[in-house]
């Protein structure tokens, strides 16, 4: 029978200390360069992750179609819940939203929360990070203990589906400067909610995001601060970047996603 695979990202080649050593031993396992070399055709979910299948793996470009992930439809601009977040809700706040390990560069969110919050106008603003524990999670807790507005950092822990919606609609900005994407699902649901959005400039999120978001070098603390503080306090950029985010979230839909891995299924059916 004819073999289609789909790969999201090649990160544990570009970056293996990002992960544990049983993350590493089980991709390992996975046998990735003879996946690639048995399959007939591969599915990449960006044009960045087809790169790497060439240049990393050796793949043929000719055997690589692209087609990109799509977000739920749950993710829309909704009225505000003030109820939802107990003792802050009428407090404006940043959101950060992922697995909270060394690749999503969480420490670097709180580190600019630290430089924003020495602006007067931030005195009341708060950092609400959301998402499972994951690996060296210990290292964020450590760095949200040493900030002197501890207090006013927040963590959510994992949330549901419908909490992510109402995070995502409350936030005055959401900050997602991962060092590595394949894709980049978090960015999109903040867009599609119509909260302004600051990422990364590497990887696929200058290739799913554009001009949608302000995109910062990771690594630079000071340029990450700077645009939280542009999209959250100055009007005509946030109104733009809202509706650049709206109009880009609508370019990725599961059903889209669906049509086109159907037909290239009926191709080798």
Same mark, same amino acid.
Do not use: M
């Given at each position: 029978? +004819?073999?289609?695979?789909?790969?999201?990202?090649?990160?544990?080649?570009?970056?293996?200390?990002?992960?544990?050593?049983?993350?590493?031993? =089980?991709?390992?396992?996975?046998?990735?360069?003879?996946?690639? $070399?048995?399959?007939?055709?591969?599915?990449?979910?960006?044009?960045?992750?087809?790169?790497?299948?060439?240049?990393?793996?050796?793949?043929?470009?000719?055997?690589?179609?692209?087609?990109?992930?799509?977000?739920?439809?749950?993710? $829309?601009?909704?009225?505000?819940?003030?109820?939802?977040?107990?003792?802050?809700?009428?407090?404006?706040?940043?959101?950060?939203?992922?697995?909270?390990?060394?690749? &999503?560069?969480?420490?670097?969110?709180?580190?600019?929360?630290?430089? #924003?919050? /020495?602006?007067? %106008?931030?005195?009341? =603003?708060?950092?609400?990070?959301?998402?499972?524990?994951? =690996?060296?999670?210990?290292?964020?807790?450590?760095? /949200?203990?040493?900030?002197?507005?501890?207090?006013?950092?927040?963590? *959510?822990?994992?949330?549901?589906?419908?909490? *992510?919606?109402?995070?995502?609609?409350?936030?005055?900005?959401?900050?997602?400067? %991962?060092?590595?994407?394949?894709?980049?699902?978090?960015?999109?649901?903040?867009? /599609?909610?119509?909260?302004?959005?600051?990422?990364?400039?590497?990887?696929?999120? +200058?290739?799913? #995001?554009?001009? %949608?978001?302000? #995109?910062?070098?990771?690594?630079?603390?000071?340029?990450?601060?700077?645009?939280? &503080?542009?999209?959250?306090?100055?009007?005509?950029? $946030?109104?733009?970047?809202?509706?650049?985010?709206?109009?880009?979230? *609508?370019?990725? %839909?599961?059903? &889209?996603?669906?049509?086109?891995?159907?037909?290239?299924?009926?191709?080798?059916?």
């Amino acid at each position: 029978a +004819p073999r289609i695979v789909t790969f999201h990202d090649l990160s544990f080649l570009h970056h293996p200390y990002f992960f544990s050593r049983r993350q590493r031993f =089980w991709h390992w396992l996975q046998g990735i360069k003879e996946q690639a $070399r048995r399959a007939d055709k591969i599915i990449a979910v960006s044009e960045f992750t087809k790169s790497d299948l060439v240049n990393l793996l050796g793949v043929p470009t000719e055997k690589i179609q692209v087609i990109y992930s799509g977000i739920a439809e749950e993710f $829309r601009a909704i009225a505000n819940n003030a109820n939802f977040l107990p003792n802050n809700a009428n407090k404006p706040f940043i959101l950060c939203l992922g697995t909270l390990e060394p690749r &999503k560069n969480v420490t670097a969110i709180i580190r600019a929360f630290n430089i #924003l919050k /020495a602006d007067p %106008s931030f005195k009341d =603003w708060q950092l609400v990070i959301a998402g499972r524990p994951g =690996w060296l999670f210990k290292n964020i807790l450590k760095e /949200a203990k040493l900030s002197v507005w501890r207090d006013d950092i927040i963590f *959510r822990g994992a949330v549901s589906g419908d909490e *992510r919606v109402l995070l995502y609609n409350l936030a005055r900005v959401f900050v997602y400067p %991962s060092f590595f994407e394949g894709f980049g699902f978090p960015p999109l649901e903040a867009q /599609a909610c119509g909260c302004p959005t600051v990422a990364a400039d590497r990887t696929s999120l +200058p290739e799913i #995001l554009g001009d %949608s978001a302000l #995109l910062v070098n990771p690594w630079k603390v000071e340029d990450l601060a700077g645009a939280i &503080k542009k999209a959250a306090t100055d009007e005509r950029e $946030r109104k733009r970047l809202i509706k650049n985010g709206l109009e880009n979230a *609508r370019r990725f %839909s599961w059903e &889209k996603t669906a049509k086109q891995t159907l037909e290239l299924f009926n191709q080798y059916a």
